[in-house]
């Protein structure tokens, strides 16, 4: 199978797809917002919680594919602090979702080596689920085959303004002085410090727009909007999108070319 081919992808196989992959240009670090799940459940004549449910077969499949393809960190938003608006019950139902997707899954993450980490006001989580939370964080936190940051009662902006506020008293406190503040000393106040900035945004359900999502690490992410909604969003689906991913040009401002300049100059 040649590489770069300008036909269609879309009636490939899973197998043709994973072969037009070009191993060496993998995201090192995909974002998610995982959207449509009620309009899945809609469509079916279903609640809106048959779709959350039904999205967790593709959460498992997604986290499974990036493993096996060597991405080194998946960050999935799974509830945002916005959501916390939504009907009591459909928080709940998400809520009693979460603790049991996190026990029942446990095991699997073990297995594909991923390390969990919950990232957002997670105090704000009822407290079984907070504890199921805890848990798994604790069970996998020695494994590094994949990251997987799971964004629940996530906020963009309340993310940056917690780091302002523990920098601010770290300034207060004589422990960082105002003139060494850069972009690396406010990363390292982030919940991501460490990892590299997403190099995929992957938005499903055909919405574009980014809901508060990561707004300090999107500075220079491609952005994947897609029509599927999150429950149909599987192997194949994910694929469509790191071979996309893989066309555009990353050019960080640069003009198109060397990265250097011409000699002379
Ligand atoms: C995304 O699906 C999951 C969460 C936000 C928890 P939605 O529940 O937003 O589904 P739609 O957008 O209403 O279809
Ligand atoms: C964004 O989806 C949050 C998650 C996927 C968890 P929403 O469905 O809440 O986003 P909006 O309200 O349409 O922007
Ligand atoms: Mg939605």
């Not at 508060?212 to 999150?230: I, K, V």
Request: hydrophobic share 40%; charged share 25%; net charge negative.
């Amino acid at each position: 199978m040649t590489k770069g081919t300008a036909t269609s992808v879309e009636h490939l196989s899973e197998a043709e797809l994973i072969s037009l992959l070009d191993v060496d240009l993998l995201p090192r670090h995909v974002a998610i917002i995982m959207d449509g799940n009620g309009r899945w459940a809609e469509l079916r004549g279903l609640p809106r919680i048959a779709g959350h449910a039904e999205g967790i077969k593709s959460v498992r499949e997604i986290i499974t594919l990036s493993g096996e393809l060597g991405i080194e960190a998946l960050t999935i938003y799974a509830f945002s602090q916005e959501n916390w608006k939504r009907p009591s019950a459909e928080i709940n139902a998400l809520m009693a979702l979460l603790e049991q997707y996190l026990q029942s899954e446990m095991e699997a993450l073990i297995e594909k080596g991923a390390r969990f980490r919950a990232i957002g006001q997670i105090d704000w989580l009822p407290s079984s689920a907070r504890e199921w939370v805890r848990r798994v964080e604790r069970e996998t936190a020695h494994l590094d085959r994949l990251l997987l940051n799971v964004a629940l009662s996530y906020g963009g902006r309340s993310e940056i303004v917690d780091a302002v506020r523990r920098l601010a008293q770290d300034c207060k406190d004589g422990k960082v002085q105002p003139d060494e503040i850069d972009e690396a000393v406010m990363e390292g106040y982030l919940f991501t410090h460490g990892l590299p900035d997403p190099d995929l945004l992957i938005r499903t359900s055909g919405e574009a727009r980014i809901s508060n999502f990561l707004l300090w690490q999107l500075a220079y992410t491609e952005m994947y909007f897609t029509p599927t909604l999150w429950p149909d969003f599987r192997r194949r689906e994910g694929l469509l999108a790191l071979l996309e991913y893989q066309k555009r040009e990353r050019r960080f401002g640069r003009v198109p070319g060397p990265i250097y300049p011409p000699s002379g100059l």
